[in-house]
């Protein structure tokens, strides 16, 4: 990881949220907010070229291209990117998700240009360096291996795995070990020419700069970057099971990692408010959750509970999670069903103010800096939420009904067809649920 530039004051800023949307010829777009309050900027990169393009049999191939970017170009060496950018004190990192790859920087103003060469050599000229792609290969087989040994990423893996089988959101963007060890760099290469295109990228710039002078710059450095047609990637809405489906991941600890859920709502869904308050009562409000009330306080079950969404762009899901003794495995997993059956019948109207006072409360201090406003940004453009979207947010929110949170409530939780992942030293034979079909 590159990095180097750091704050070492709080900073809280005040944005005036004038997001700007601007196009070039070649379809790449370009995302800012100018803010002169410290002679900083943040820049962030996303190109359309996530793990759910990975192949069949080419697991951690997008993740293995995107993370290789920075491993050598046409201008510079590995070493020589990393010295340039932490010469002037300044951060440029990759990563890969399921959706986008792309690039996070950050530099003083005065640097914004060397920036931008860096960020252009990245994008248009990587090399994929046989050499470096093996020990980047290493790398990446050395964190799957840990992360194996770790039994909150075995359970994500598993219930991901369950979900969406053999569907690439079933595996994590770095792939298996099998799979990374044998991609090429011809391989990547070609992954490269496919999707690492303008028309297939947005740039988010937040900070210290004037726009029609950062829009001069990456004209001249992009304006040449050829658009291409892309391979169309259609959502495949996932069938609903007739029955309860469940696994053990055998694993020889203590605690049991429990997940129960279901497909839920993808990036773009109308009632995506309305399902993050809900879930906001049932398990995402930490200990003045239902969840977290029921299991941790009440029942003293478990340590760690509570329930979140993930969402990606073709595809997304529910999860209710639980750390609890595996002896106490079954009375868990029946609270959570209850409580998810409970959500779906009564929702209290002092638990919908309390839900909406957080979320009104939350979003402007979830944008106090550079970094966290041009995060808030791409998630804007990447849900299609509008450039006013963060003006508009508090009406949403306000807007929102019970029987609101209840229709979401009953679109996404199904206590009576439900996913269910355990990790952890445990008989499936002791889980005494009906209508339940466990897998291998």
Known sequence: MIKAFIILF???????????????DNGLVILT?????IP???MRAYVRAGSVLDPSGKEGLANLTGQCLIRGTGQYSYGELVESIESVGGEFTPFVTED?????????????????DILESCLQHPEFDSL????????????????????????????RSLLFGDHPLGHFPEGIESS????????????????????????IFVGDFIKDSLLMMLRSHFEL????????LEFVEPAPIDRSKAKVIPMDISQA?????????????????????????????????????????????????YSSFRRFINGGYFAAEVQTKKEMVNEAVTALIQEMEKIRDTIHVEEVARAKKFYTGYLPLAYDTYGEMASIIASIEIDDLGLDYLSRFEDYIRALTISDLQTAAKKYLHPERFYLLIVGDVDPEDIALDKIDWVQ
């Open 10 to 24: 709080p900073i809280f800023v005040s944005f005036a949220t004038d997001i700007q949307r601007d196009t070039l």
């Open 33 to 37: 907010v100018e803010a002169h309050r």
């Open 40 to 42: 900083v900027v943040e």
């Open 100 to 116: 986008y790859a792309g690039f996070n920087g950050k530099v003083l103003s005065k640097d914004l240009g060397r920036l931008i």
């Open 132 to 159: 470096e792609l093996l020990r980047l290969k290493r790398e990446t087989i050395s964190l799957i291996k840990v992360r194996s040994d770790n039994p909150f990423e075995v359970s994500e893996k598993g219930f």
């Open 180 to 203: 990374v060890a044998a991609i090429t760099a011809p391989e990547a290469r070609d992954f490269y020419d496919t999707y690492y295109r303008p028309n297939n990228t947005f740039l």
């Open 225 to 232: 970057w050829k658009r291409q047609e892309m391979p169309k």
């Open 257 to 305: 990692y429990i997940l129960l859920g279901n497909f839920g709502p993808r990036y773009g869904e109308a009632d995506w408010n309305a399902a993050r308050v809900m879930n906001y009562v049932l398990g995402g409000a930490g200990l003045t959750s239902r969840i977290s009330g029921t299991i941790r306080e009440e029942k003293g079950l478990a340590y760690i509970a």
